[in-house]
């Protein structure tokens, strides 16, 4: 399948229109990549002066070697003068991915996902290897694939998977509306089988014009580079507080619990031990107050099937804005964990050096 897209507004709308085969000027380039796709490798030569590329022809398939249902895709902006995006870490920006990208998905009728450190230290090593070693393309510098970034970063017992990449986009929602306005990363945003993510974002101040795309030309510099990786692992079943959002100033919340094909009872606690719980049919949705004042709060779920078999999965948010009643720290909380911990940790680097392309992604051989 080929697809050729532009954008009118290169800054941050992503409104997109056909562009004909004779054009070559354009403002961002949207291009479909598949896993398996045979890529040209080689040293990059750096350019005298930034060259904007013609416009994209690239081709995605169904992976259909790899254990997993979806394809691997990317996303490419056109090479432009990087104007100042959304204010935040990288980190932050990188959580901003995936509450839109939760958006998305409940607009429509799916369940969000849940952000996994595994899946966002892979997806942050990927971002980092691509703005360090100056290529644009799902198989890492050292010739790995997403099944290996998984293993790396011990993703195990997958089920599914799928990762979407782009570059120059300098906000969460430039990014994800791009995504979404390409047929093929819009079916991995909405793939309802996936139930995990992580999204890694990188800003690199010095890049260059000499990227490697996947049909051997040199692009950029794109400033920006992004990551979005997808999974599911078996007999996990995640819950989900608003969306994954990394903060709220109400008490009272919303619960998004997977698991409806396994499940026929669970329980819900703001206690590890689940002490005040009792069993109640299983749902997928749950309206549910945290505990009082302002920190970090943990919700816990069991879930319980038929077979007798039970699962435990938690989900953090910082509460705050509430009177100045006594802080409570969640039953079985780590003391050292800070606020939106389990969704930053692994989402923080900037690159610093051609040596950094290995960061967060795990020992490769």
Known sequence: MIEKIRANDRRRLMQTVPIPHRLRQISWVIACLALGLALINGTPAALAAPVTPGAAVVSFQPAAAQPWPADAL???????????G???TPAEIATQAVYLTNQERVSRGLMPLKVDVSLTAAALGHSQDMAEYDFFSHTSSDGGTLANRFVDNNYVNWTGGAENIAAGFSTAAAV??????????????????????????????????????PDGSLGGPYFDYWTQDFGARYNVYPVIINLEAPNTDAQNVTLAIHGWDWADQMRVSNRADFADAAWVPFASAKSWSLLPGNGVRTVYVKLHNVYGQELVSSDEILLT???DAPAHRDPGQCPSDSPGDHRRRAAVHQ???????????????
């Open 74 to 84: 990317a996303v490419v902006g056109s090479p432009v003068s990087h104007a100042a």
């Open 176 to 213: 994800v509306a791009a995504w979404m306005n390409s047929d093929g990363h819009r079916n991995n945003i909405l793939n309802p089988s996936l139930r995990e993510i992580g999204v890694g974002y990188v800003y690199q101040p010095t890049d260059q014009p000499n990227v490697r795309l």
């Open 86 to 88: 959304e204010s935040g």
């Open 321 to 323: 804005g509430q009177s």
């Open 351 to 365: 690159p610093t050096g051609r040596d950094a392309g290995d960061q967060a992604s795990g020992n490769r051989s």
